[in-house]
């Protein structure tokens, strides 16, 4: 199984610490993990880890920071495609602070609009099974899916948040799997918001509301309750295994409540990648398990 996953990537630098601290302070902590993240950087990584094929198509480019997330990528055994190979970009950083509740404060930035290079020739959209955006670098995604509709291979697109030129991306997705942070204009909730998408052409629409229960077309999903360290990344996580579980069984109701499984699992650890020891991987493929 092979999927394309289109989007932002960043360097994460998380600090762990008993409560958020009070202005004017000076809190002392443990090292902070330091990562490659990024919502469709973290869902790849899932793919992969899980056993598909991952392509990661991002701009990284050369800056301070660019051997540290492009040596992590790699780690994890995605094929990063960088559309600002061996020139200047300025680098994506963020700093999260995440509490002894799992509840995580991030500081980040958008990046710039691109100034776009010639098409990459290395993308071949048929040689793909599913197609990942994040909704970031619009300028990169958008002509791949084109393609990708054109040639009948599914789309799936993480709604974080709502961003202006979102419209014409929607066109072309097939699923949507938002957070509760997504609200396009004159959405005020989740009924809103599916009826929005489906508007748009989605075939199918879930949200994702963290430890809340997931509202899918098809219904709910309950979330179970487990002892939370921390919740960076566990949406990444969901929409990584989702994709991967998606081409295994081809159900959009079975592999959303596969994945919130699996996101469920993660946060039992601190840090995005943490979870993906041998053992655990080994469990989360198997359908059946109860991951508890």
Wanted: hydrophobic letters at 45%; proline letters at 4%.
């Amino acid at each position: 199984m092979k999927a394309l996953f289109i989007g932002l990537s960043t360097l994460d630098i998380q600090y762990f610490v008993d409560e958020y601290p009070h202005a004017n302070t000076k809190i002392k902590t443990d090292a902070p993990l330091m990562a490659a993240g990024g919502p469709a950087a973290n869902a790849a990584i899932t793919f992969a880890a899980l056993g598909g094929q991952a392509v990661f198509y991002t701009c990284i480019g050369v800056n301070t920071f660019s051997g540290i997330v492009n040596n992590d990528l790699h780690k994890f055994g995605l094929k990063v495609i960088d559309h600002f190979q061996d020139k200047p970009f300025d680098p994506i950083v963020a700093t999260i602070v995440t509490t002894g509740n799992s509840e995580r404060t991030i500081f980040t930035h958008h990046p710039h609009e691109l100034k776009l290079l010639p098409a990459n020739e290395d993308i071949k959209v048929i040689d793909y099974d599913l197609i990942f955006i994040d909704g970031f670098y619009p300028e990169l995604s958008l002509p791949i899916i084109i393609q990708a509709r054109a040639n009948g291979i599914p789309v799936v697109f993480d709604g974080g948040s709502w961003k202006s030129h979102l419209p014409a991306i929607l066109n072309e997705v097939d699923i949507a799997i938002c957070s509760a942070n997504f609200l396009p204009p004159a959405c005020v909730n989740t009924l809103d918001v599916t009826n929005f998408l489906k508007q748009s052409g989605v075939k199918h629409v879930a949200v994702s509301q963290g430890e809340k229960q997931i509202i899918a077309d098809f219904g709910t999903i309950e979330i179970a309750a487990v002892n939370a360290i921390d919740s960076l990344g566990a949406g990444d996580v969901l929409h990584g295994a989702f994709c991967w579980y998606m081409l295994k069984n081809k159900s959009f109701e079975l592999a959303l409540r596969l994945a919130s499984k699996f996101a469920t699992y993660s946060v039992q650890f601190k840090g995005t990648h943490q979870w993906m020891t041998k053992e655990n991987l080994q469990l989360f493929t198997n359908d059946a398990i109860d991951f508890g």
